[in-house]
Antibody, heavy 116, light 110 residues
Framework: QVQLQESGPGLVKPSETLSLTCTVS????????WSWIRQPAGKGLEWIGR???????NYNPSLKSRVTMSVDTSKNQFSLKLSSVTAADTAVYYC??????????WGQGTLVTVSS | QSVLTQPPSVSGAPGQRVTISCTGS?????????VHWYQQLPGTAPKLLIY???NRPSGVPDRFSGSKSGTSASLAITGLQAEDEADYYC??????????FGGGTKLTVL
């Protein structure tokens, strides 16, 4: 059974860079897309972007200028960096396996708060 | 404002049938991209409920069904149970390879 686990700081200062890592267990990271999705408290889901194991990426145009994703197949991990964060970036961040059309496995989510 | 449009809330009594609509456009659902549905129970991560418009992952009861027509899709839940009370989201991709979600629908079991 594939499992995903997000990790990273739960508190980030405004204007700094949010960094999260997702560790995949129970299966290989290869030959799949891997997405990041976030959800502000009480609001809906927002797709941030995805990375293929080759390193190819697709980003949400609304965040593209601030997002960088990377993958480390040797560690079965992929990562998200979101720069110049503001309070509007406060959310639960989920990592998910992306089949190319839908998200079949999700991490439990990690709350990131942007505050000084 | 979400790219896909869902009603904010629906409700039904136990045993009844409810449907949740998801309306997109010619650049996503209408362009032939599949629609998928997720169930999010309070305080938990979303769970895949329907994929490829009408397919259920293993373990999802057949009370849940999905359909797609034109630029819209629907999720139907029959034999409503208290445990079905949750938020439901539709999702697709668009022609720019951007993932898009509906705003979510809160299902209340009366």
């Amino acid at each position: 059974q594939v499992q995903l686990q997000e990790s990273g700081p739960g508190l980030v200062k405004p204007s700094e860079t949010l960094s999260l890592t997702c560790t995949v267990s129970g299966g290989s990271i290869s030959s799949y897309y891997w997405s990041w999705i976030r959800q502000p408290a009480g609001k809906g889901l927002e797709w941030i972007g995805r990375i293929y194991t080759s390193g190819s990426t697709n980003y949400n145009p609304s965040l593209k200028s601030r997002v960088t994703m990377s993958v480390d197949t040797s560690k079965n991990q992929f990562s998200l960096k979101l720069s110049s964060v503001t309070a509007a970036d406060t959310a639960v961040y989920y990592c998910a396996r992306d089949t190319g059309s839908h998200f079949d496995y999700w991490g439990q989510g990690t709350l990131v708060t942007v505050s000084s | 404002q979400s790219v896909l449009t869902q009603p904010p809330s629906v409700s039904g009594a136990p045993g009844q049938r409810v449907t949740i609509s998801c309306t997109g456009s010619s650049s996503n659902i209408g362009a032939g991209y599949d629609v998928h549905w997720y169930q999010q129970l309070p305080g938990t991560a979303p769970k895949l409920l329907i994929y490829g418009n009408s397919n259920r992952p293993s373990g999802v009861p057949d009370r849940f069904s999905g359909s797609k027509s034109g630029t819209s899709a629907s999720l139907a839940i029959t034999g409503l149970q208290a445990e079905d009370e949750a938020d439901y989201y539709c999702q697709s991709y668009d022609s720019s390879l951007v993932g898009v979600f509906g705003g979510g629908t809160k299902l209340t079991v009366l």
